[in-house]
């Protein structure tokens, strides 16, 4: 009698053993999927929030100014978190994220102060006539557009620049000023007015490469890249397409197109 109570002490220390290991291995499944549901809630969070600040720009009639300061947000994102980034303080490298690449389409004899050529954007644009695409970290828009923009307003100031496009017909003649004329006196001292830090002595002054613009060849050519800088930022675009990762669900290129309008 007392064995057969001994085993059904055994028996049942057994059985509770086995419900404990049970309740236990359940509330691990329990909190494994739980862990995982609230990881993949936070990736999807992560994901949402990252492609917010990009889907801001997928609508049409976006301005040549909000484009700029996508680009350069682009630029920052490339190289500190996507695998193209460098250098020690950037963790991209580590996240394996895809670059974002931008692309817009743009007629730049539109963009130009004259018909003979651009100043801003023709270097920059490489393999097709009319698109321009940010991609990698060392691109030409930074390289070519944003330093020389940049380079400017050091040099004049904002505002200067600002004045002297405004006026751009009125301040820079294509036909002949002549020297000590009552037409050379009134341009001289409109363009002094107008610039607050380059001043001129004498109209043949923006032309000269001897007295040389603080960035191109000529103050004329500094006036007339500028120009096409506040006509781009005027533009408007359309955002034609988005391209998401298949992998991380994050966008990886937007491509724009110039409507033809301004602002």
Excluded: W
């Amino acid at each position: 009698m007392e064995n057969a109570s001994k085993a059904l002490i055994m028996a049942g220390s057994v059985l509770i053993a086995l419900l404990i290991i049970g309740a236990l291995v359940l509330m691990f499944g329990n909190l494994t999927n739980y862990q995982k549901t609230n990881s993949e809630s936070t990736l999807s969070s992560q994901i949402i929030e990252y492609n917010q600040q990009f889907e801001t720009y997928n609508r049409k009639k976006v301005r040549g100014s909000e484009l700029y300061s996508l680009l350069n947000r682009v630029i920052d994102y490339n190289r500190r978190q996507s695998s193209d980034a460098i250098g020690t303080n950037y963790s991209g490298a580590d996240l394996q994220y895809e670059p974002m690449e931008i692309n817009f389409k743009i007629d730049i004899t539109k963009l130009s102060a004259t018909t003979d050529k651009n100043r801003l954007f023709t270097t920059a644009i490489q393999t097709n006539k009319d698109t321009y695409t940010v991609s990698k970290l060392e691109n030409s828009f930074e390289k070519s557009i944003k330093k020389k923009i940049d380079d400017l307003e050091n040099a004049y100031g904002q505002e200067s620049l600002t004045n002297l496009t405004t006026n751009l017909t009125k301040l820079f003649k294509d036909t002949e000023v002549k020297p000590g004329s009552e037409q050379e006196t009134v341009l001289v001292k409109s363009f002094n007015e107008a610039s607050s830090k380059v001043k001129i002595k004498s109209y043949s002054d923006i032309d000269s490469k001897s007295f040389k613009g603080k960035y191109g060849d000529t103050i004329r050519e500094d006036a007339y890249t500028y120009y096409e800088y506040i006509q781009f930022k005027r533009a408007y675009f359309d955002c034609k397409d988005v391209e998401y990762d298949e992998h991380t669900g994050r966008i990886t290129r937007m491509d724009f197109e110039f409507t033809g309008k301004f602002n």
